[in-house]
Protein backbone atom coordinates (compact mmCIF):
# COMPACT_ATOMS: atom_id res chain seq x y z
CA UNK A 1 0.00 0.00 0.00
CA UNK A 2 2.83 2.53 1.31
CA UNK A 3 4.63 1.45 -2.22
CA UNK A 4 1.48 2.40 -4.36
CA UNK A 5 0.62 5.31 -2.57
CA UNK A 6 4.28 6.58 -3.26
CA UNK A 7 3.88 5.68 -6.85
CA UNK A 8 0.41 7.58 -7.19
CA UNK A 9 2.20 10.22 -6.10
CA UNK A 10 5.04 10.32 -8.07
CA UNK A 11 2.90 10.26 -11.28
CA UNK A 12 0.08 13.19 -9.78
CA UNK A 13 3.37 15.55 -9.31
CA UNK A 14 4.46 14.34 -12.71
CA UNK A 15 1.13 15.47 -14.40
CA UNK A 16 1.53 18.68 -12.43
CA UNK A 17 4.87 19.53 -13.14
CA UNK A 18 3.62 19.18 -16.78
CA UNK A 19 1.28 21.75 -16.52
CA UNK A 20 3.64 24.08 -14.83
CA UNK A 21 5.90 23.76 -17.91
CA UNK A 22 2.87 24.12 -20.36
CA UNK A 23 0.34 25.89 -18.97
CA UNK A 24 -1.58 26.89 -21.92
CA UNK A 25 -3.52 23.86 -22.52
CA UNK A 26 -4.44 24.09 -18.65
CA UNK A 27 -5.45 27.74 -19.31
CA UNK A 28 -7.62 27.18 -22.54
CA UNK A 29 -9.78 24.37 -19.89
CA UNK A 30 -10.04 27.11 -17.36
CA UNK A 31 -11.34 29.89 -19.39
CA UNK A 32 -13.41 28.85 -22.51
CA UNK A 33 -16.27 27.55 -19.70
CA UNK A 34 -16.41 31.91 -18.56
CA UNK A 35 -16.78 31.99 -22.62
CA UNK A 36 -20.00 29.85 -22.48
CA UNK A 37 -20.87 31.99 -19.37
CA UNK A 38 -20.73 35.40 -20.94
CA UNK A 39 -22.35 34.03 -24.47
CA UNK A 40 -25.15 31.93 -23.16
CA UNK A 41 -25.49 34.33 -20.21
CA UNK A 42 -25.44 37.32 -21.90
CA UNK A 43 -25.34 37.13 -25.47
CA UNK A 44 -28.32 34.51 -25.60
CA UNK A 45 -30.23 35.06 -22.33
CA UNK A 46 -32.40 37.61 -23.33
CA UNK A 47 -34.45 35.52 -25.63
CA UNK A 48 -34.72 32.48 -22.82
CA UNK A 49 -37.66 31.91 -20.56
CA UNK A 50 -37.20 30.06 -17.63
CA UNK A 51 -40.26 26.94 -16.63
CA UNK A 52 -41.82 29.04 -13.26
CA UNK A 53 -39.86 32.21 -13.28
CA UNK A 54 -37.00 33.17 -12.20
CA UNK A 55 -33.69 34.57 -13.34
CA UNK A 56 -31.93 32.65 -16.72
CA UNK A 57 -28.29 32.96 -14.83
CA UNK A 58 -28.93 31.41 -12.15
CA UNK A 59 -31.05 28.86 -14.49
CA UNK A 60 -27.90 28.43 -16.47
CA UNK A 61 -24.83 28.08 -14.16
CA UNK A 62 -25.48 25.14 -12.26
CA UNK A 63 -25.91 23.52 -16.07
CA UNK A 64 -22.45 24.83 -17.06
CA UNK A 65 -21.03 23.64 -13.55
CA UNK A 66 -21.67 20.31 -14.94
CA UNK A 67 -20.77 20.59 -18.82
CA UNK A 68 -17.53 21.94 -17.45
CA UNK A 69 -16.90 18.56 -15.35
CA UNK A 70 -18.31 16.71 -18.81
CA UNK A 71 -15.81 18.02 -20.87
CA UNK A 72 -12.89 17.24 -18.92
CA UNK A 73 -13.04 13.84 -20.37
CA UNK A 74 -11.65 15.52 -22.72
CA UNK A 75 -8.29 16.61 -21.28
CA UNK A 76 -7.88 13.16 -19.60
CA UNK A 77 -8.22 11.61 -22.78
CA UNK A 78 -5.73 13.25 -24.75
CA UNK A 79 -2.91 13.58 -21.40
CA UNK A 80 -3.09 9.77 -21.48
CA UNK A 81 -3.05 8.65 -25.50
CA UNK A 82 -0.30 11.53 -25.73
CA UNK A 83 1.67 9.87 -23.60
CA UNK A 84 0.88 6.01 -25.43
CA UNK A 85 1.45 7.72 -28.63
CA UNK A 86 5.22 8.65 -26.97
CA UNK A 87 6.03 5.74 -25.66
CA UNK A 88 5.90 6.82 -21.88
CA UNK A 89 3.27 4.15 -21.53
CA UNK A 90 4.97 1.78 -22.16
CA UNK A 91 8.54 2.70 -20.47
CA UNK A 92 5.70 3.27 -17.25
CA UNK A 93 4.74 -0.49 -17.80
CA UNK A 94 8.41 -1.56 -18.07
CA UNK A 95 9.09 0.45 -14.70
CA UNK A 96 8.40 -1.84 -11.00
CA UNK A 97 5.35 0.75 -10.55
CA UNK A 98 2.65 -0.24 -8.38
CA UNK A 99 -0.31 -2.31 -10.19
CA UNK A 100 -3.26 0.51 -10.78
CA UNK A 101 -0.71 3.64 -9.73
CA UNK A 102 -0.27 5.23 -13.29
CA UNK A 103 -3.96 5.18 -13.46
CA UNK A 104 -4.54 6.58 -10.12
CA UNK A 105 -2.09 9.10 -10.98
CA UNK A 106 -3.71 10.37 -13.50
CA UNK A 107 -7.04 10.47 -12.03
CA UNK A 108 -5.59 12.41 -8.72
CA UNK A 109 -4.15 15.21 -11.44
CA UNK A 110 -7.19 15.60 -13.29
CA UNK A 111 -8.82 15.77 -10.24
CA UNK A 112 -6.97 18.65 -9.31
CA UNK A 113 -7.38 20.31 -11.99
CA UNK A 114 -11.38 19.84 -12.23
CA UNK A 115 -11.25 21.54 -8.89
CA UNK A 116 -9.52 24.41 -10.03
CA UNK A 117 -11.95 24.69 -13.27
CA UNK A 118 -15.08 24.10 -10.79
CA UNK A 119 -13.19 27.34 -8.68
CA UNK A 120 -12.93 29.26 -11.31
CA UNK A 121 -16.50 28.81 -12.80
CA UNK A 122 -18.03 29.09 -9.01
CA UNK A 123 -16.42 32.53 -8.72
CA UNK A 124 -17.79 33.47 -12.59
CA UNK A 125 -21.30 32.64 -11.65
CA UNK A 126 -20.73 34.86 -8.07
CA UNK A 127 -19.31 37.54 -10.45
CA UNK A 128 -22.27 37.71 -13.02
CA UNK A 129 -24.79 37.41 -10.34
CA UNK A 130 -25.67 33.61 -9.65
CA UNK A 131 -25.58 32.75 -5.61
CA UNK A 132 -26.40 29.79 -3.70
CA UNK A 133 -29.65 30.19 -1.73
CA UNK A 134 -30.32 27.09 0.67
CA UNK A 135 -26.84 27.14 2.62
CA UNK A 136 -23.53 26.14 3.06
CA UNK A 137 -24.35 22.26 3.84
CA UNK A 138 -26.10 21.82 0.62
CA UNK A 139 -23.66 23.97 -1.55
CA UNK A 140 -20.36 21.59 -0.60
CA UNK A 141 -22.88 18.57 -1.59
CA UNK A 142 -24.00 20.21 -4.93
CA UNK A 143 -20.49 20.89 -5.50
CA UNK A 144 -19.65 16.89 -4.43
CA UNK A 145 -22.01 15.56 -6.76
CA UNK A 146 -20.07 17.57 -9.65
CA UNK A 147 -16.76 16.50 -8.69
CA UNK A 148 -17.99 12.78 -8.25
CA UNK A 149 -19.52 13.61 -12.31
CA UNK A 150 -15.56 14.52 -13.41
CA UNK A 151 -14.58 11.59 -11.55
CA UNK A 152 -16.61 9.52 -13.14
CA UNK A 153 -15.30 11.36 -16.73
CA UNK A 154 -11.97 10.76 -15.62
CA UNK A 155 -12.90 6.91 -15.03
CA UNK A 156 -14.60 6.60 -18.92
CA UNK A 157 -11.77 9.20 -20.49
CA UNK A 158 -8.68 6.67 -18.91
CA UNK A 159 -10.41 3.76 -20.46
CA UNK A 160 -11.35 4.91 -23.66
CA UNK A 161 -7.47 6.35 -24.08
CA UNK A 162 -6.09 2.95 -23.43
CA UNK A 163 -8.91 1.48 -25.49
CA UNK A 164 -7.82 3.63 -28.44
CA UNK A 165 -4.18 4.89 -27.99
CA UNK A 166 -4.76 7.67 -30.76
CA UNK A 167 -4.18 11.33 -29.56
CA UNK A 168 -5.92 12.30 -33.11
CA UNK A 169 -9.28 10.48 -32.01
CA UNK A 170 -10.23 13.03 -29.90
CA UNK A 171 -11.86 14.44 -32.29
CA UNK A 172 -14.30 11.30 -32.37
CA UNK A 173 -14.83 11.66 -28.21
CA UNK A 174 -15.55 15.30 -29.07
CA UNK A 175 -18.71 14.36 -31.56
CA UNK A 176 -20.18 11.88 -28.54
CA UNK A 177 -19.32 14.39 -25.84
CA UNK A 178 -21.26 17.88 -27.22
CA UNK A 179 -24.15 16.23 -28.08
CA UNK A 180 -24.73 14.74 -24.69
CA UNK A 181 -24.01 17.82 -23.31
CA UNK A 182 -26.59 20.06 -25.42
CA UNK A 183 -29.03 17.38 -25.78
CA UNK A 184 -29.83 17.66 -21.38
CA UNK A 185 -31.44 20.21 -19.54
CA UNK A 186 -27.85 22.42 -19.08
CA UNK A 187 -29.25 25.71 -20.95
CA UNK A 188 -32.76 24.88 -21.53
CA UNK A 189 -35.73 23.37 -20.30
CA UNK A 190 -36.43 19.73 -22.01
CA UNK A 191 -40.08 21.14 -22.12
CA UNK A 192 -39.02 23.70 -25.30
CA UNK A 193 -37.53 20.46 -27.11
CA UNK A 194 -39.78 18.30 -29.46
CA UNK A 195 -41.27 15.23 -27.73
CA UNK A 196 -38.97 12.82 -28.55
CA UNK A 197 -35.87 15.04 -27.87
CA UNK A 198 -37.61 15.86 -24.42
CA UNK A 199 -37.96 12.39 -23.13
CA UNK A 200 -33.85 11.90 -24.38
CA UNK A 201 -33.07 14.73 -22.29
CA UNK A 202 -34.63 14.58 -18.66
CA UNK A 203 -33.24 10.95 -18.80
CA UNK A 204 -29.55 12.20 -19.65
CA UNK A 205 -27.17 11.27 -16.75
CA UNK A 206 -26.50 15.19 -17.09
CA UNK A 207 -29.24 16.37 -16.31
CA UNK A 208 -30.04 14.59 -13.32
CA UNK A 209 -26.57 16.11 -12.21
CA UNK A 210 -27.66 19.44 -13.38
CA UNK A 211 -31.46 19.22 -11.57
CA UNK A 212 -29.79 18.01 -8.85
CA UNK A 213 -27.29 20.36 -8.07
CA UNK A 214 -30.21 23.64 -9.10
CA UNK A 215 -32.16 21.70 -6.25
CA UNK A 216 -29.08 21.72 -3.60
CA UNK A 217 -28.03 25.28 -4.74
CA UNK A 218 -31.71 26.61 -4.58
CA UNK A 219 -31.87 27.84 -7.70
CA UNK A 220 -34.92 27.68 -10.49
CA UNK A 221 -35.47 24.54 -11.87
CA UNK A 222 -36.87 23.14 -15.25
CA UNK A 223 -40.00 21.93 -12.64
CA UNK A 224 -40.48 18.15 -14.11
CA UNK A 225 -42.45 15.72 -12.26
CA UNK A 226 -40.64 12.81 -13.86
CA UNK A 227 -38.76 9.38 -12.08
CA UNK A 228 -35.62 11.57 -12.75
CA UNK A 229 -36.71 15.21 -11.87
CA UNK A 230 -38.53 13.59 -8.10
CA UNK A 231 -34.90 11.67 -7.65
CA UNK A 232 -32.29 13.66 -9.03
CA UNK A 233 -30.07 13.47 -5.96
CA UNK A 234 -30.11 10.30 -5.43
CA UNK A 235 -29.57 9.31 -8.95
CA UNK A 236 -26.79 11.93 -9.69
CA UNK A 237 -25.14 10.01 -7.02
CA UNK A 238 -25.63 6.50 -8.00
CA UNK A 239 -25.09 7.19 -11.76
CA UNK A 240 -21.55 8.03 -11.53
CA UNK A 241 -20.69 5.63 -8.87
CA UNK A 242 -22.29 2.49 -11.47
CA UNK A 243 -19.78 4.34 -13.97
CA UNK A 244 -16.50 4.20 -11.72
CA UNK A 245 -17.74 0.33 -10.72
CA UNK A 246 -17.68 -0.51 -14.47
CA UNK A 247 -15.23 1.52 -16.06
CA UNK A 248 -12.31 1.65 -13.54
CA UNK A 249 -11.82 -2.15 -13.57
CA UNK A 250 -11.68 -2.06 -17.29
CA UNK A 251 -9.19 0.61 -17.38
CA UNK A 252 -7.09 -1.13 -15.08
CA UNK A 253 -7.47 -4.71 -16.91
CA UNK A 254 -6.58 -2.74 -20.04
CA UNK A 255 -3.25 -1.18 -18.76
CA UNK A 256 -2.58 -4.58 -17.71
CA UNK A 257 -3.20 -5.99 -21.19
CA UNK A 258 -1.87 -3.32 -23.52
CA UNK A 259 0.55 -5.62 -25.32
CA UNK A 260 -2.42 -8.04 -26.01
Do not use: K
Not at 115 to 144: S, Y
Request: aromatic fraction near 8%.
Amino acid sequence: MTTALTDTATLTGRALRHWRRQPTPVLVTLLFPILLVLMFGYLLGGAMVVPGGGDYREFLLPGLFAMTMLFGVETTYTAVTTDAARGVTDRLRSLPVARGAVIAGRATADALHAVAALAVMLACGLAVGWQPHDGAGRALAAVGLLLLLRLAMIVVGIHLALLLRAPDSVVALQILVWPVGFASSAFVAPQTMPGWLASVAAYNPLSVTVAACRELFGNPGWGGDGFTARHAVALAVAWPLAVIAVAGPLAVRRWQRLDR
